[in-house]
């Protein structure tokens, strides 16, 4: 390119979808920057949603959301190989509560054979109770569907992120997009607008990826695209302890209705219980208050479907907010204004599932669009130094609380050094997170990172010790009460979940 500010692909966006498109680009010898307003990757939906890896056959044959999930599901267990950033097939069901709901199992089932699934079979009530004795005992049936799984989003999109990175993708992060200015010519350079930190940039780029999750609708109307059409659906979870997960061996749904796929039962990646979310409209992209009315709805309904939780074990709630578009499906195409423009906007459920078509989809329209990627790149056109490996920063250990408490008592710089006692993360650990080559100025950012606070007692040991990690490997003060957990938003916590 002709000047430091100039690229061949801007993606805006650093979510799920948006780091997966620049690890793919950066295969390529193209220039790449992704640009994210907060101050760390996968901060909006991709921080907040179950983790679950649909199996594909809930979508609508023909739209989008029911073409890609599918090819989406069968590409995670090379991602995992290849990034280590947590995910596992546990299967799924899908729960008939009563016999009524025995034709909408076969429906769904008919519905996954026209995308494509081929590990599907329809459960009597024995064959259900056999495989997770936790379940209603009034269940009638169940689909069950072998390739479903569970994986951590916000450490896929981080290890995205730290791949590309390495591979020569530019990341700027707290950088948000204020204009997006049109050539005359479609074949020349649209011009970006950033606010980065202490100054504004004017970056020039011939694509503009939008994957800009619930900012993807203003980022269209800057160039004058008004047919991004966007509203917030907000859904509220439960979390409960670690090992809680243990006592469900599936992703347990139940039936379908016109609001989504109703609140599911399932271990999260790391072994915590969860359950929800519910679906409603959010007030605004900044809602991610829980409230007790929801979270006793969630209760009641989970109980549906297992009486297997104590909600002494609980450790927090939690909401996010899933961009829904006007059409119901994913919007992924070049924008009718600028062809150079491509929307990857309304990535609601299956959206992370469905993350590794949605970016070759996204390949397959920079190289009609004339860049020399995917299909449309040759030998020469090739990173010759790409490397698809990234190494993992959580290391399994299971130590007692004794051995926990004991290293905890090391000196601060001896890598050995249990920081979390609950997660048992060790200073080494910490220290690794710090030097992925993405900036981590925050508690919270190691959190995602190492689960550093995110145990029983949610960093009220460790959030001050491993504040004091950062500050002595980059020597920035992190602002006290900076983190998520303690930033205002209104949670409903243990004294009330216990008073419900």
């Given at each position: 390119?002709?000047?430091?500010?100039?690229?061949?692909?801007?993606?805006?966006?650093?979510?799920v979808v948006?780091?997966m498109?620049?690890?793919?680009?950066?295969?390529?010898?193209?220039?790449?920057?992704?640009?994210?307003a907060?101050?760390?990757?996968s901060?909006g939906a991709?921080?907040?949603?179950?983790?679950?890896?649909?199996?594909?056959?809930?979508?609508?044959?023909?739209?989008?959301?029911?073409?890609?999930?599918?090819?989406?599901?069968k590409?995670?267990?090379d991602?995992?190989?290849?990034?280590?950033?947590g995910?596992?097939?546990?299967?799924?069901l899908?729960?008939?509560?009563?016999?009524d709901?025995?034709?909408?199992?076969?429906?769904?089932?008919?519905?996954g054979r026209?995308?494509?699934?081929?590990?599907?079979?329809?459960?009597?009530?024995?064959?259900?109770?056999?495989?997770?004795?936790?379940?209603?005992?009034?269940?009638?049936?169940?689909?069950?569907?072998?390739?479903?799984?569970?994986?951590?989003?916000?450490?896929?999109?981080?290890?995205?992120?730290?791949?590309a990175?390495?591979?020569?993708?530019?990341?700027?992060?707290?950088?948000?997009?204020?204009?997006?200015?049109?050539?005359?010519?479609?074949?020349?350079?649209?011009t970006?607008?950033?606010?980065t930190?202490?100054?504004?940039r004017?970056?020039?780029?011939?694509?503009?990826?939008?994957?800009?999750?619930?900012?993807?609708q203003?980022?269209?109307?800057?160039a004058?695209?008004?047919e991004?059409?966007?509203?917030?659906?907000?859904?509220?979870?439960?979390?409960?302890?670690?090992?809680?997960g243990?006592?469900?061996?599936?992703?347990?749904?139940?039936?379908?209705?016109?609001?989504g796929?109703?609140?599911?039962?399932?271990?999260?990646?790391?072994?915590?219980?969860?359950?929800?979310?519910d679906?409603?409209?959010?007030?605004?992209?900044?809602?991610?208050?829980?409230d007790?009315?929801?979270?006793?709805?969630i209760?009641?309904?989970a109980?549906?479907?297992?009486?297997?939780?104590?909600?002494?074990?609980?450790?927090?709630?939690?909401?996010?907010?899933?961009?829904?578009?006007?059409?119901?499906?994913?919007?992924?195409?070049?924008?009718?204004?600028?062809?150079?423009?491509?929307?990857?906007?309304?990535i609601q459920?299956?959206?992370?599932?469905?993350?590794?078509?949605?970016?070759?989809?996204?390949?397959?329209?920079?190289?009609?669009?004339?860049?020399?990627?995917?299909?449309?790149?040759?030998?020469?056109?090739?990173?010759?130094d790409?490397?698809p490996?990234?190494?993992?920063i959580?290391?399994?250990?299971?130590?007692?609380?004794?051995?926990?408490?004991?290293?905890?008592?090391?000196?601060?710089?001896n890598?050995?050094?249990?920081?979390?006692?609950?997660?048992?993360?060790?200073?080494?650990e910490i220290?690794?997170?710090?030097?992925?080559?993405?900036?981590?100025?925050t508690t919270?950012?190691?959190?995602?990172?190492?689960r550093?606070g995110?145990?029983?007692?949610?960093?009220?040991?460790?959030?001050?010790r491993?504040?004091?990690v950062?500050?002595?490997?980059?020597?920035?003060?992190?602002?006290?009460?900076?983190?998520?957990?303690?930033?205002?938003?209104?949670?409903?916590?243990?004294?009330?979940?216990l008073?419900?």
């Open positions: 390119m002709s000047s430091k500010n100039d690229y061949d692909v801007v993606i805006i966006g650093g979510g948006g780091t498109v620049a690890r793919e680009l950066s295969r390529y010898r193209c220039r790449v920057l992704l640009t994210e907060q101050n760390d990757l901060m991709s921080k907040a949603n179950s983790g679950i890896i649909h199996g594909g056959y809930a979508e609508a044959p023909g739209s989008l959301r029911g073409r890609l999930c599918y090819p989406g599901r590409a995670f267990p991602l995992e190989d290849e990034l280590q950033f995910y596992r097939r546990t299967g799924s899908v729960l008939a509560l009563s016999r709901d025995l034709p909408g199992l076969e429906d769904l089932a008919r519905q026209e995308n494509g699934l081929t590990d599907l079979e329809i459960l009597t009530r024995e064959q259900v109770l056999s495989r997770e004795p936790e379940v209603n005992p009034q269940v009638a049936g169940a689909l069950y569907c072998a390739g479903a799984g569970v994986a951590s989003p916000y450490e896929l999109a981080i290890a995205l992120g730290e791949n990175r390495a591979n020569g993708v530019e990341i700027l992060l707290n950088s948000e997009v204020t204009a997006l200015e049109l050539p005359q010519d479609t074949r020349g350079l649209m970006l607008t950033v606010n930190p202490g100054r504004t004017r970056i020039r780029s011939r694509f503009v990826v939008n994957a800009a999750g619930l900012g993807a203003e980022i269209a109307l800057m004058g695209d008004g991004v059409q966007l509203t917030g659906r907000k859904g509220q979870y439960i979390l409960f302890a670690k090992d809680t243990k006592a469900i061996r599936h992703v347990l749904f139940q039936m379908p209705g016109p609001r796929k109703g609140v599911l039962v399932t271990s999260t990646y790391h072994g915590n219980l969860m359950i929800g979310p679906a409603q409209e959010a007030a605004g992209p900044g809602d991610t208050a829980t007790t009315r929801s979270i006793r709805d209760l009641e309904r109980r549906l479907t297992t009486r297997a939780f104590n909600t002494k074990q609980f450790i927090r709630t939690f909401s996010g907010i899933r961009a829904v578009a006007s059409t119901g499906d994913f919007i992924i195409r070049p924008s009718r204004i600028h062809p150079g423009l491509v929307h990857a906007a309304g459920s299956p959206g992370l599932t469905a993350s590794p078509a949605i970016t070759r989809l996204i390949l397959e329209i920079l190289a009609d669009q004339g860049l020399a990627v995917g299909p449309a790149a040759r030998p020469g056109d090739m990173n010759p790409f490397e490996r990234r190494r993992g959580i290391q399994p250990k299971n130590l007692t609380m004794k051995q926990a408490m004991d290293l905890t008592k090391l000196e601060p710089g890598p050995r050094r249990i920081v979390c006692r609950c997660e048992q993360v060790t200073e080494a220290v690794d997170a710090l030097s992925r080559g993405l900036p981590v100025l919270d950012g190691v959190k995602r990172r190492t550093a995110m145990g029983w007692c949610q960093g009220s040991f460790c959030r001050s491993v504040a004091e950062i500050e002595r490997c980059t020597g920035i003060e992190v602002p006290p009460g900076e983190d998520v957990e303690h930033s205002g938003i209104t949670r409903v916590g243990k004294v009330d979940l008073d419900l």
